[in-house]
T-cell receptor
Framework: DQQVKQNSPSLSVQEGRISILNCDYTNSMFDYFLWYKKYPAEGPTFLISISSIKDKNEDGRFTVFLNKSAKHLSLHIVPSQPGDSAVYFCAASARNYGGSQGNLIFGKGTKLSVKP | DTEVTQTPKHLVMGMTNKKSLKCEQHMGHRAMYWYKQKAKKPPELMFVYSYEKLSINESVPSRFSPECPNSSLLNLHLHALQPEDSALYLC???????????FGSGTRLTVV
């Protein structure tokens, strides 16, 4: 049973346009959400996070939106650049979930391709 | 130093071999993690160490044996692995619950 879902395995966007990556979750105990970017043969690189007490967090070209009622979050990248091409993982954690104290649950990832 | 360093980057081992993966961080993070990632799959949690003590073992087979000798170092000892254990093994650390994880670049393990 997937607790964190990224239903789009891939996304292709033109350089300069907005990229929107979506993520849905099922566990209402999740209270902290993160986005990671991963290049082939490398470990995930932390991009941006958001706590459940917020509905938006912005860092440069990256903005994460959280809709708790819909159990949905999205990552907006604007403007998109070719160097943004990578796999993006959504991840969530919950305090004291099963005693695990905030371990990350990852979605399957969305491969973003930004075309010049 | 803001990195998690993993060695080796690549490892090929036979099913009868004993090898170890190493993870090191000098950020003062007291929680360290081992994740396993198969191709086209999300990372899956294996072990969690909190203040050098094993706090989570996600039903990992005993052929994987973690060790945390000090607050900066995390090892994963491998013995009698199977070809299906071939994967990218990721180490991560973080300062606390309100902080993001820092991942290493991983060890690409191939079991032959």
């Amino acid at each position: 049973d997937q607790q964190v879902k990224q239903n789009s395995p891939s996304l292709s966007v033109q350089e300069g346009r907005i990229s929107i990556l979506n993520c849905d979750y099922t566990n209402s105990m999740f209270d902290y959400f993160l986005w990671y970017k991963k290049y082939p043969a490398e470990g995930p690189t932390f991009l941006i996070s958001i706590s459940s007490i917020k509905d938006k967090n912005e860092d440069g070209r990256f903005t994460v939106f959280l809709n708790k009622s819909a159990k949905h979050l999205s990552l907006h990248i604007v403007p998109s650049q070719p160097g943004d091409s990578a796999v993006y993982f959504c991840a969530a954690s919950a305090r004291n979930y099963g005693g695990s104290q905030g371990n990350l649950i990852f979605g399957k990832g969305t491969k973003l391709s930004v075309k010049p | 130093d803001t990195e998690v360093t993993q060695t080796p980057k690549h490892l090929v081992m036979g099913m009868t071999n004993k090898k170890s993966l190493k993870c090191e961080q000098h950020m003062g993070h007291r929680a360290m993690y081992w994740y396993k990632q198969k191709a086209k799959k999300p990372p899956e949690l294996m072990f969690v160490y909190s203040y050098e003590k094993l706090s989570i073992n996600e039903s990992v087979p005993s052929r994987f044996s973690p060790e945390c000798p000090n607050s900066s170092l995390l090892n994963l000892h491998l013995h009698a692995l199977q070809p299906e254990d071939s994967a990218l093994y990721l180490c991560a650390s973080r300062r606390g619950q309100d902080y993001g994880y820092t991942f290493g670049s991983g060890t690409r393990l191939t079991v032959v």
